[in-house]
């Protein structure tokens, strides 16, 4: 077990908790929770599988929902304003993450706070009022009902102060629909797991967070010549131009490769998408790009990676917002044979205001629209909408029924997964979902993303990591050299790909900034510099990949087993990627070979310490990470390898 040393930099000092039950309010200090995990997610993990008691719902009051801001947050570190959210994820009853960026966590710290911790529920709808050390839990009865936008507007107004940040809900965390976003500065999206829907059911419609404070480091000289070599790193990046144009620079191209690999069509019956169809959605001159209007970024970002549209023609004219993302493509246009600009550009929008998770939407709908499709449901059951492939009218309008609960959208609301046993009728088997959640993602072509995806802990997100190749993401040199079609040595690339965003999310690091995105900026030799000089400490790069990382990764793996029956069937990928082939395109004929994906997964164990049989923890790797407690809490509930 490593012993971190005395923490003296980088954190703002407490942890601030808030029991909405019996409007309670106290702090405790961050030092002893940063000490094992560096900070952000790894807190809360660590908190979470301390503190939640086995058997306890995503529902009960005792459920906590924690939000970590990284340890570097709040310093002039690029790209460090990453805040992770954690609760119970609603769609597994397993570990719960989404992580955002934005201008709140850097203000949470400056307030005076890591994390903030909130458990119980109140009886009314109350927002949080955070000001440095005044905190207050307000009534919320005037914003209850309202969009995104609406909230923002009308809580700056009663507030009379221009420089609060928020986070918040909308209708479709109010309704508890558990594809729910928490919305941060207006269009960052914390999405997955059901962290809004959890928000909404302790009746929580915002966080508003001023703060006035400062994050000191521990050597200043030190941390700052590493802040300029990290910063010219970043200015002298051939990638940061082609980050900042992203996804419009690679999707206007109709041949661009990513088009063939990571696309999936009208919920999995191919992953090829037409030409035509490219090049009406993505034209530089008449298709989404065009709406953009300028470019927004994070705090400290070096790069601005957020497009604000404007639609200027049609019927969605004069709507406007921030965000068009590929994941807007991969799931708003693809997922539907959508390619009308407008009605792309608006449906997000809508998704963003309304509270929504995109991947949700795009992932549960879809699905409807092909049952649709197959007469498993009909217009009776949709309220009367016709569900064909390419009607954007109806997407538009699904996604209003869907965050208000109205008719087939309150079915949807509970879960495909709940929906598909109600329906019947081999619905399941079209559902595209893993440990429950529906997923977007693509698994048949990039089997390194089909491996990440599968095995992340807070189920179907890629960004626990995938991989398209070991030259594609991040800078080099990383274990391995496989393609994107490749089985052999994914898996070495998608265990070093998660320890890496382990640690990003416990710095609070883009990973647009970090080794994920293709940028190529900082590198696990910045990290460790990084922490150091600003957190006063003396760790390796070993240390941090194969300790720290490894240390919070296993937390989520250990909350997952005590709380779910997880196996190791619940990291393979869905069905329908395993039995039906990719229909057209370069890659038409590749579907997931089991017996070779299972060798992938089998290494995957091995690589992170697990038993391959079983994929459980084992004793020996646990205690070598200092979680011998962890490791008594799985024997004891016989969840722990004998091997």
């Not at 200015?235 to 206007?252: Q, T």
């Not at 490769?257 to 919920?267: C, E, L, M, P, Q």
């Not at 760790?539 to 196996?567: C, P, Q, V, W």
Request: glycine fraction near 12%.
């Amino acid at each position: 077990m490593i012993k971190t040393g005395d923490i003296k930099g980088c954190l703002a000092g407490k942890i601030l908790r808030i029991d909405l039950s019996n409007k309670k309010i106290w702090t405790e200090e961050t030092k002893s929770y940063a000490e094992k995990t560096l900070g952000g997610r790894g807190i809360n993990s660590l908190i979470m599988l301390n503190e939640i008691d086995i058997g306890t719902k995503w529902y009960d009051p005792e459920n906590l929902l924690c939000f970590g801001a990284g340890s570097l947050v709040g310093t002039m570190t690029p790209g460090a304003c990453r805040v992770d959210i954690s609760t119970i994820n609603v769609f597994s009853g397993g570990k719960g993450s989404a992580n955002v960026g934005g201008f709140w966590g850097p203000e949470l710290k400056y307030a005076g706070f890591d994390n903030l911790i909130i458990v119980g529920k109140s009886k009314k709808p109350v927002y949080l009022y955070i000001n440095d050390n005044n905190i207050e839990i307000r009534d919320a009865s005037s914003i209850w009902g309202k969009d995104i936008y609406e909230t923002e507007n009308i809580l700056r107004k009663k507030i009379g102060d221009e420089h609060i940040k928020i986070a918040c809900i909308g209708p479709a965390g109010e309704n508890r629909v558990r594809g729910s976003a928490i919305i941060i500065d207006t269009a960052k999206a914390a999405g997955g797991s059901g962290v809004g829907c959890v928000m909404g059911d302790k009746r929580l419609k915002a966080i508003v967070v001023r703060g006035h404070g400062k994050i000191a480091v521990a050597e200043p000289q030190k941390f700052m010549k590493a802040l300029t070599k990290c910063y010219q790193k970043c200015k002298e990046e051939p990638n940061a131009g082609m980050m900042r144009k992203v996804p419009f620079n690679l999707y206007s191209d109709p041949e661009w490769k990513g088009w063939n690999t990571n696309i999936v069509i009208k919920n999995g019956q191919d992953d090829q998408w037409e030409k035509e169809k490219r090049i009406k959605l993505m034209n530089p001159i008449t298709g989404v790009p065009n709406m953009q209007k300028g470019t927004r970024a994070c705090y400290l970002c070096p790069i601005g990676c957020m497009p604000f549209m404007e639609i200027d023609k049609g019927k969605y004219k004069d709507d406007k917002g921030e965000g068009f993302w590929i994941n807007t493509i991969m799931g708003h246009a693809c997922r539907f044979d959508i390619s009308d600009p407008e009605s792309v550009v608006e449906s997000w929008l809508l998704t963003n205001r309304l509270g929504l998770d995109g991947d949700y939407v795009a992932a549960g709908l879809s699905w409807i629209f092909e049952l649709y499709e197959k007469g498993i449901i009909t217009k009776k059951d949709t309220g009367g909408l016709e569900l064909d492939w390419g009607n954007s009218d109806a997407l538009i309008k699904m996604i209003k029924k869907l965050a208000y609960r109205e008719g087939i959208g309150d079915l949807l609301a509970d879960g495909i997964v709940e929906a598909a046993k109600k329906i019947g009728r081999n619905s399941e088997y079209y559902l595209i979902q893993v440990k429950g959640q529906p997923s977007i993602e693509p698994f048949r072509i990039p089997k390194g993303w089909a491996l990440a995806v599968s095995t992340s802990p807070i189920a179907g997100r890629h960004l626990r990591g995938a991989t398209m190749g070991s030259n594609k993401y991040g800078p080099k040199p990383r274990p391995g050299n496989f393609n994107v079609t490749d089985y052999k040595n994914q898996a070495s690339g998608v265990v070093w790909q998660g320890k890496t965003k382990e640690l990003e999310d416990n710095l609070g690091i883009c990973n647009y900034v970090g080794t994920w995105s293709g940028a190529n900026f900082l590198t696990i030799t910045d990290f460790a510099e990084l922490i150091n000089t600003g957190m006063g400490l003396n760790l390796t790069e070993e240390e941090l990949m194969d300790y720290y990382a490894a240390i919070g990764r296993n937390l989520e793996k250990a909350f997952n087993t005590l709380h779910t029956n997880m196996s190791r069937e619940d990291d393979i990928p869905p069905k329908r990627f395993r039995e039906e082939e990719v229909k057209s395109g370069p890659y038409k004929g590749f579907k997931i070979n089991e017996d070779k994906y299972n060798e992938m997964l089998n290494e995957f164990y091995e690589l992170s310490g697990w038993d391959k049989k079983t994929g459980m923890q084992t004793r020996s790797d646990l205690e070598k990470l200092g979680l011998k407690d962890i490791a008594n809490k799985l024997a004891k509930q016989n969840r722990l390898s004998s091997n």
